[in-house]
C-alpha cells in the first residue's frame, strides 16, 4: 500500500469511527425518551450496546459503510417523534421567557446599595 493510499485509508476509517460514535450517542439519547424511566432505558442501552458491539471488529471498509447506512437508516425510522427538549434549552418551554428589555429601560442591580449612600 502506497503512502497515499495509506492515508486515504487512514481518513477513512477515522471518519467512519467518527460517525459511529455519533450515531451510538444519538441513539442511545433517543432511548432516554421512548423509557424515560431509568430500570426500563438500562435494558434497552443495553441491547443497543450489543447491537453495534457485534460489528465491532468488522475490518471491510465496505461492508463497515454498509452498516453505518442501514443504521442510519433504522435510526430515522425509529426516531422518537416528539423527543423531550430541556425546558431552558432551546426550543423548550422556557427559553427565552424572560426576554430583553427594550432599549432605553435600564435595570439597576444593587440590591440596597442605595440606603447605605443616602447615609
Known amino acids: 500500500m502506497s503512502g497515499i493510499a495509506k492515508a486515504s485509508f487512514i481518513a477513512r476509517r477515522a471518519a467512519q469511527k467518527e460517525r459511529v460514535r455519533i450515531l451510538y450517542r444519538r441513539a442511545l439519547r433517543d432511548t432516554l425518551n421512548w ?6 432505558f438500562y435494558p434497552d442501552a443495553d441491547a443497543l ?24 437508516a433504522s435510526y430515522n425510522k425509529w426516531r422518537h417523534p416528539d423527543p423531550y427538549i430541556v425546558p ?29 449612600e443616602l447615609i
Open 35 to 40: 423509557a424515560v424511566h431509568r430500570h426500563l
Open 49 to 72: 450496546r450489543e447491537r453495534f458491539e457485534a460489528n465491532r471488529n468488522v475490518e471491510d471498509v465496505e461492508t463497515i459503510d454498509r452498516l453505518i447506512a442501514d443504521g442510519e
Open 88 to 116: 431552558w434549552a432551546p426550543g423548550g418551554s422556557k427559553f427565552n421567557r424572560n426576554p430583553v428589555p427594550p432599549e432605553g429601560i435600564e435595570i439597576v442591580y444593587d440590591y440596597g446599595k442605595e440606603e447605605a
